[in-house]
């Protein structure tokens, strides 16, 4: 038998408030949270450290569903959190939700 592990939600902003393709950091409970809205307006959020430098990836350009880590480029897909080739690695990715026009993060 299996555990079902509850997952927290974070409010992260109002829609409003997240411009498209700029990303915010949120820190829950000591994790970095790159938190994207894409220029469709949908909500992604990954892993804020690249896995290459740790380099902020909510400071990164977004660019379709992929972000580019502001220290060495590293494309990292906001879909499945694969950086892409020639370059490897791989950061966590978390499900959202937008209730009321409110931004959440399931941690």
């Known amino acids: ?3 079902t592990q509850v997952k927290q939600k974070v409010f992260v902003a ?3 408030e997240l ?3 700029i990303g915010r950091e949120i820190v829950v409970d000591g994790l970095k949270i790159a938190v994207f809205r894409l ?3 949908r909500i992604k959020a990954i892993g804020g450290a690249c896995p290459h430098k ?3 990836l909510a400071e ?3 660019a379709g569903e992929y972000v580019f880590c502001p220290l060495h480029e590293y494309k990292v ?9 020639p370059d490897d690695g791989c ?10 026009d409110k931004v959440y993060v399931l941690v």
């Open 54 to 56: 740790q380099g902020p």
């Open 19 to 21: 411009p498209p393709r």
């Open 77 to 85: 897909s906001l879909i499945d959190g694969k950086v892409q080739e």
């Open 60 to 62: 990164g350009i977004v």
């Open 1 to 3: 038998m299996g555990t």
């Open 39 to 41: 220029s469709d307006d």
């Open 91 to 100: 950061v966590a990715t978390y499900d959202t939700l937008v209730e009321e």
């Open 14 to 16: 109002n829609f409003a």
